[in-house]
């Protein structure tokens, strides 16, 4: 009789651990849905890295996609091809305008105002510092972790923020190619450089310069450096053939 009285008493027991255990996992899984954070991979529309961060509240936003394993997000990449080329469309274009004329056609980015004109799908203007930069790109003003945050569509698919101004951008071109930009003489446009996945969004400054070929004859040579509109890196220089013939004036 002692012995069934212990048995049955170590059950109860052992059922009462039991009980005690799924009560405080439900209340550790009760606190985090509280919270309404998760940790989770996530890629957008300008990064495909699929790292792994936490994220609460109402986190979505346009192009954010998130998921619990690894391995979906970069099935989830995999699956991007070609056929993004048309992802652009009118309904996005429709809203870009729509943000323009919310923000009166001034951005404030890091901390300056930017101005950002359309005149038509492929004529827009990008002005900082009275740069203007000229582009035919697709163009998107989005809220990015409370940040305003202005992108171009890449015929790749790819959304690139554009984080260099025109400004900084000509600055660094111009100091590259030891050349002056004056009105009549140079020209800055945003645009996309580089094939497929090599595609990159940048800034092409176009600028004159004096110069005399072997020493002798005045001559104005054309030269042009691009800039990575994400990096602020030069990406090429590029001056006529006879260049080498060439004693340049600098500026």
């Given amino acids: 009789m002692k012995k069934i009285f212990i048995s049955v008493f170590l059950a109860f027991l052992l059922l009462g651990v039991l009980s005690l255990t799924n009560v405080y996992a439900d209340d550790e899984d009760n606190a985090q849905n509280e919270k309404g954070c998760n940790n989770l991979y996530w890629i957008d529309n300008s990064s495909q890295d699929c790292s792994q961060k936490q994220f609460c509240?109402?986190?979505?936003?346009?192009?954010?996609?998130?998921?619990?394993?690894?391995?979906?997000?970069?099935?989830?990449?995999?699956?991007?091809?070609?056929?993004?080329?048309?992802?652009?469309?009118?309904?996005?274009?429709?809203?870009?305008?729509e943000r323009l004329k919310i923000h009166n056609n001034t951005l404030n980015i890091s901390g300056r105002n930017i101005t950002v004109k359309e005149f038509t799908d492929e004529q827009k203007e990008i002005i900082a510092n009275k740069i203007n930069a000229k582009t035919g790109l697709n163009l998107s003003i989005e809220d990015i972790d409370d940040k305003t945050m202005l992108r171009a569509y890449l015929s790749n698919g790819r959304y690139a923020l554009v984080k260099i101004m025109p400004d900084t951008a000509s600055e660094?071109?111009?100091?590259?190619?030891?050349?002056?930009?004056?009105?009549?003489?140079?020209?800055?446009?945003?645009?996309?450089v580089g094939n497929k996945n090599d595609t990159k969004l940048a800034y092409e400054v176009r600028a004159q310069k004096e110069s005399k070929i072997l020493g002798l004859f005045r001559a104005r040579m054309n030269v042009q450096a691009r800039v990575d509109a994400e990096t602020g890196e030069v990406i090429s220089v590029k001056k006529p053939w006879w260049s080498f013939m060439a004693k340049e004036q600098d500026d």
């Fill in 57 to 97: 509240g109402a986190y979505m936003y346009q192009g954010l996609q998130t998921f619990e394993d690894k391995e979906d997000c970069l099935e989830a990449i995999n699956k991007t091809d070609d056929s993004q080329d048309d992802d652009f469309g009118d309904r996005d274009k429709e809203r870009f305008r």
């Fill in 172 to 192: 660094t071109a111009l100091n590259k190619m030891r050349a002056k930009c004056e009105i009549r003489n140079c020209s800055v446009e945003l645009k996309e």
